[in-house]
């Protein structure tokens, strides 16, 4: 059978034909692009005109996000900005300590005593009055361990109780277990040293929420704001997680292609390389196996992240690397050399440059044309650092979202005016990557939605209001670009995504109105009317 899809407009991303009115579908994939007549040889074809008044792209692509955007909305939300879970409830953001203390103590009153209480999206940096700790949580429950995932997921904030069940005292020598004036944990924990233990005494682990329930809830999540291919940019996937992956990721209810990013920290190094490998050869058209994730610094809002001089602007420089630099060598050497493609969480201009000195020894030992390693974030990376990158072959994910999130906090407290105007320089990526390149939420750090992070790089607009930055601007169609075929280029699956064209998957996101034609400002604010996955509407 052949379905013709009609539209106002088709907007391909194919250089070749880069609008249309028409899309012939044959067998989940595109067929013919063009007008009316664009199936006439091919034999008989119906028309489906549902979509005729609105505007079809690309399914679009979120590169690096988490499953966990699906599972997080378990727990208490305590974030500044107002959200919505998967199920489309409003969560108000709250402001001050008293409203945080007070929605987390009314969950604590309706949990059995000695249970713990999680919640998430906490930032300190937008709350007045000195540093959350243990005291603040403390007012929450001393019957209950009171555990607080901040925001950027690489800090957490737990009270007194908390750290008794973690067998944190003042003897506890773990970096990242943050201390008081008395010598005793203040209750603040920063990155995986500190966290692990945490995580694995309250039974919540953050770092890895793929179950069944997640991951059905993030391919809805997916869907509703047009995404057909989602990564997942940390799992450990083990068999019984994998097992789980493919039934969900197959059932035809599931709306979306998957991409979990296997974490390659935990084991020997030539393992985890062996592991991937064998993963790669479990891939489908609908789920995408084989590669890796590794870790350098944490989070410039947690100051974690490792700076290159000044430093930070205020605060403490804690910057915290997450991998045994050793460890980290290694694990790039043995999967470069197994063919494996690896990406690198790198939020700082110090991380950016360890990271790229390692793989310029290591492509002189093993060169490797295309395994296109991605680096993932790359916040303060200088251009520089990118034209090396090119020249290495590696590939960049700009971390779009945090522009307007963050950016107030970035201009103000982390790093100042000056690298905070040129943070996330999407312009020098257009410059030096031929606008190959992807832009990503980091969902749920911010809120899964490409065309608000494709908005946020275009204007660079923060929460206030301020412009970070107007030589770092892009172009509409080049931040498109960034959600559809650049994103499908990092992630090495621009042969089958990304553009509509003959020969590829029919997916597709049908908006409401026309990126190309609205005000940039407004770009966010486009409707999501449906996603086609495989040349069926999904649900």
């Not at 310029?360 to 990118?386: C, I, S, W």
């Amino acid at each position: 059978m052949i379905t013709v899809y009609s539209a106002a407009k088709v907007i391909t991303m194919d250089p070749n034909r880069p609008e249309a009115t028409h899309i012939a579908v044959r067998d989940g994939r595109v067929l013919a692009v063009g007008g009316p007549d664009c199936a006439d040889g091919w034999g008989e074809a119906t028309l489906d005109d549902r979509f005729a008044a609105h505007v079809i792209l690309p399914g679009l692509i979120e590169a690096h996000a988490h499953v966990s955007a699906g599972g997080i909305w378990d727990h208490t939300y305590c974030g500044h900005y107002a959200r919505k879970d998967p199920n489309g409830r409003l969560w108000e953001g709250v402001g001050d300590y008293d409203a945080i203390i007070a929605r987390l103590a009314q969950v604590a009153a309706e949990t059995p005593k000695g249970e713990p209480v999680i919640g998430w999206g906490l930032d300190p940096n937008f709350l007045q009055g000195r540093r959350f700790d243990k005291a603040h949580l403390d007012q929450v429950s001393t019957d209950h361990p009171v555990v607080v995932l901040h925001s950027n997921f690489h800090l957490m904030t737990t009270n007194s109780a908390a750290l008794a069940m973690a067998g944190f005292d003042a003897g506890t020598n773990i970096e990242g277990v943050m201390k008081g004036p008395d010598g005793t944990p203040n209750g603040e924990l920063q990155e995986f040293a500190a966290m692990t233990p945490m995580i694995n005494a309250s039974g919540c682990n953050f770092l890895n929420m793929a179950n069944e329930a997640s991951l059905r809830a993030y391919g809805q999540v997916a869907r509703l704001c047009g995404v057909t291919t989602v990564a997942e940019l940390l799992s450990d996937l083990p068999e019984e997680e994998v097992s789980m992956i493919e039934r969900v990721v197959h059932d035809p209810a599931f709306p979306a292609r998957y991409v979990p990013i296997m974490n390659a920290m935990v084991g020997d190094p030539e393992a985890e390389a062996a592991r991937a490998v064998a993963l790669r050869a479990r891939s489908t058209d609908k789920l995408s196996l084989g590669r890796a994730k590794l870790f350098t610094d944490g989070a410039i809002q947690g100051f974690t992240a490792k700076l290159k001089a000044p430093g930070y602007m205020t605060g403490e420089d804690n910057g915290i690397w997450n991998m045994d630099l050793d460890h980290f060598r290694r694990a790039v050497e043995a999967l470069h050399k197994a063919g494996v493609k690896t990406h690198i969480h790198t939020n700082g201009d110090a991380a950016s440059e360890m990271t790229i000195e390692v793989y310029e020894e290591v492509m002189l030992k093993y060169p490797n044309p295309d395994l296109r390693h991605t680096l993932e974030h790359v916040q303060l990376a200088g251009r520089d650092q990118f034209k090396r990158m090119k020249a290495l072959g590696l590939t960049c994910n700009i971390f779009g979202n945090h522009i307007h999130y963050f950016g107030d906090i970035h201009w103000t407290r982390t790093v100042g005016p000056d690298r905070a105007s040129r943070m996330n320089a999407c312009r020098d990526a257009v410059d030096i990557f031929d606008n190959e390149f992807a832009i990503h939420s980091d969902a749920p750090v911010t809120p899964m939605a490409p065309l608000v992070t494709a908005w946020a790089v275009v204007n660079r607009v923060t929460e206030t209001g301020r412009v970070l930055g107007t030589s770092q601007q892009i172009t509409v169609p080049q931040a498109l670009h960034c959600i559809t075929l650049g994103a499908a280029h990092v992630l090495k699956l621009d042969h089958e995504v990304g553009s509509i064209q003959t020969g590829k998957h029919a997916d597709f996101c049908v908006l409401a109105e026309d990126p190309l034609a609205v005000d940039p400002m407004a770009l966010r604010d486009i409707d999501v009317v449906a996603t086609v996955l495989g040349g069926e509407v999904t649900q």
